[in-house]
């Protein structure tokens, strides 16, 4: 039996979710190094956040589209140079201006694609094992998660901020841009039907099926707009905690290594959470996954609000770092297992920009109650009231699958 080249596929995007998401999460870790050097509020900080998710969610609609019809290679290597040249300017950085330009802008093309390019193109290359294959390449981004910040770290103490952004920046451009090399469309433009099936050839070659409902169908759908509400708050809640944990570790007395540490424990727990949840995904459905999720956000979150020491931030590592990883998992393979892989990147892009607009509101908001405050405890009960609407529009909104 011959290799399958989908598995290429999702080393691939392994690799792309890896260095992408590894990247994002070093800004909570470069977090303080701005305002000691600059004396920025957190609120000036993370609106560049927000406007990066922005960039990100509106770049990964255009994004999608283009995946659907030209396909990944040529969209990440530009990806990966917007990515990379942005970190590496920003070691010049000295203007709260040259932040939004640098990172919201520029690093925000570069993470738009990371999501919906990957998990589209493997919901065509896998169909019995979607969940499974889309949470090994979301795994990925738990080991970018796990390791890239305490890069970062190590990177800081030993070179300085502006040259630790240089390194990250010109291996990140590197790294993409060789790796898209990998990439093709579906499994048809290489002879090959999905799942590396035999059957289906004809002179072979594979006749495209790529069934599913379209963009103007799915708006008028009431479950694509609950899908995209929920993923509006799952940013929300999640990339919230992404870009403040960290200051908030090192508020309750973590020293910048060990509260790094925590964001590598979200990492690092986040790829058991992936597997396994893509794993269920394949066997319960996309609903009764998101439902499992949200359930444990809601409990990390709660805890979060008791939190004062080391540990109970570790523990709330662990508990929300599953959750984390399994709910940016089972979106897009519930996606398609709604409305078909015919036009799954647009419409992927269009949930993902749903909850980029979350993540753009999340860090903001919280940035601006920290800094009239003083305090991050009116945040963690907005982020748990938001994930109890998220588990209530999926357990109640979402029925079953149109297949």
Not at 172 to 181: C, E, P
């Amino acid at each position: 039996m011959s290799f399958f080249y989908g598995y290429n596929i999702v080393t691939a995007g392994f690799v792309i979710q890896a260095i992408s998401i590894g990247a994002m999460f070093t800004f909570g870790v470069f977090f303080k190094e701005f305002q000691a050097e600059f004396q920025w509020s957190r609120a000036t900080i993370s609106g560049a956040s927000s406007l990066a998710f922005l960039i990100m969610g509106a770049a990964g609609i255009l994004a999608g589209r283009l995946n659907d019809r030209i396909g990944p290679r040529a969209l990440i290597v530009v990806s990966g140079i917007s990515l990379g040249l942005g970190y590496m300017l920003m070691s010049r950085m000295q203007a709260p201006w040259q932040l939004f330009l640098l990172y919201g802008l520029m690093v925000g093309i570069g993470f738009s694609t990371h999501d919906v390019i990957t998990l589209s193109t493997v919901t065509r290359w896998f169909v019995r094992r979607r969940g499974l294959m889309s949470g090994i390449v979301k795994v990925g981004t738990g080991a970018g998660q796990l390791s890239v910040p305490l890069f970062a770290a190590a990177l800081i103490a030993t070179f300085g901020w502006r040259n630790a952004y240089l390194i990250i920046g010109t291996l990140s451009l590197i790294i993409l841009v060789a790796v898209a090399q990998l990439l093709r469309r579906d499994p048809q433009m290489v002879g090959l039907l999905p799942d590396g099936d035999v059957t289906g050839t004809v002179h072979g070659r594979v006749e495209p099926e790529e069934k599913g409902v379209h963009l103007s169908q799915a708006i008028r759908n009431s479950q694509f707009w609950t899908i995209c509400l929920a993923e509006f708050t799952i940013f929300f809640c999640l990339l919230t905690i992404i870009v403040h944990i960290v200051p908030h570790a090192m508020d309750i007395g973590l020293s910048p290594v060990l509260a790094a540490g925590v964001l590598s424990t979200i990492g690092g727990v986040s790829m058991l959470g992936r597997i396994v949840m893509g794993a269920c995904n394949d066997r319960i459905g996309g609903k009764r996954s998101l439902m499992i999720c949200f359930i444990l956000l809601i409990c990390s979150l709660i805890w979060l609000q008791a939190a004062d020491k080391a540990w109970m931030l570790f523990l709330f590592a662990v508990i929300y770092g599953f959750a984390h990883g399994g709910l940016f998992t089972v979106v897009s393979p519930t996606v398609a297992e709604f409305f078909g892989i015919g036009s799954h990147g647009l419409l992927f892009g269009v949930v993902l920009f749903s909850g980029t607009i979350g993540g753009a509101v999340g860090p903001l908001m919280a940035g601006r109650l920290f800094d009239v405050t003083a305090s991050y405890d009116i945040v963690y009960m907005v982020l748990t009231a938001s994930a109890v609407i998220g588990l209530i529009l999926i357990s109640v909104q979402l029925g079953r699958s149109r297949n």
